[in-house]
């Protein structure tokens, strides 16, 4: 069974501090996908990123980093120089590529709030 | 379209009531998912579908739940005889293949 665990509950900066959420995952496949999406007080599902499990590169999209370490099942997410519009809650998922209509598995979810 | 479509935003039934929701993948999208998020918290994995046909229901409380994607038309969820912890938003998703799922707006279920 997939599991997805987001320890951090609530995470309270202030802006232009950096922050990580961290997210550690459990399966048993060795193709999977990972996936963080931002879910802003408005409650839509905005996607970020997703990463195959046979690539550990770290990505950066402007002020947005991921570092995927397979060794420690961990996929966290950076902020650098946070903003206020970046308050939302923020879910890692998994997916376990195997049949092509895999259902995400998602963590309880990490509420940020960046305080001005 | 170019996003995945909910309708309605909102719905309200009485306990025992019957509620009916319904998604419109983006076009050329042959998979499609629904999920239910509880108190703006935890997601769960209801049912998917490959075209018209159900790929994984593992997630559905088949006593009440129903599901269907029919050619031609928008894809629904179905709640006979809704209890009040089926008070949720409820969203779908839709993807190319099973690598990026773009998720619709929601609907709000209420049942009082």
């Known amino acids: 069974a997939q599991k997805v665990t987001q320890a951090q509950t609530e995470i309270s900066v202030v802006e232009k501090e950096d922050v990580t959420l961290d997210c550690v995952y459990e399966?048993?496949?060795?193709?999977?996908?990972l996936f963080w999406y931002k879910q802003p007080p408005s409650g839509e599902l905005v996607f970020l990123i997703r990463?195959?499990?046979?690539?550990?590169q770290n990505e950066i999209s402007g002020r947005y980093s991921w570092n995927f370490q397979k060794s420690t099942s961990s996929f966290n997410f950076t902020i650098t120089a946070s903003q206020v519009v970046d308050s939302a809650v923020y879910f890692c998922?998994?997916?376990?590529?195997?049949?092509?209509?895999?259902?995400?598995?998602f963590g309880k979810g990490t509420h940020l709030i960046i305080q001005p | 379209g170019e996003e995945v479509a909910q309708t309605p935003k909102h719905l309200v039934r009485g306990e025992g009531q019957k509620a009916k929701l319904y998604c419109a993948p983006i076009?050329?999208?042959?998979?499609v998912f629904w999920y239910q998020q509880v108190l703006k918290n935890e997601f769960k994995f209801l049912i998917s579908?490959?075209?018209?046909?159900?790929?994984?229901e593992t997630g559905m409380p088949k006593e009440r739940f129903s599901a269907k994607c029919l050619p031609n038309s928008p894809c629904s969820l179905e709640i006979q005889a809704t209890k009040l912890e089926d008070s949720a938003v409820y969203f779908c998703?839709?993807?190319?293949?099973?690598?990026?799922?773009?998720f619709g707006p929601g609907t709000r279920l209420t049942v009082l």
């Open positions: 998703a839709s993807s190319r293949t099973s690598e990026n799922q773009y």
């Open positions: 399966t048993r496949d060795t193709t999977y996908y």
């Open positions: 990463r195959n499990s046979f690539d550990e």
């Open positions: 998922a998994l997916s376990e590529a195997g049949g092509g209509a895999d259902g995400l598995t």
């Open positions: 076009k050329g999208h042959s998979y």
């Open positions: 579908f490959q075209n018209e046909n159900v790929f994984d």
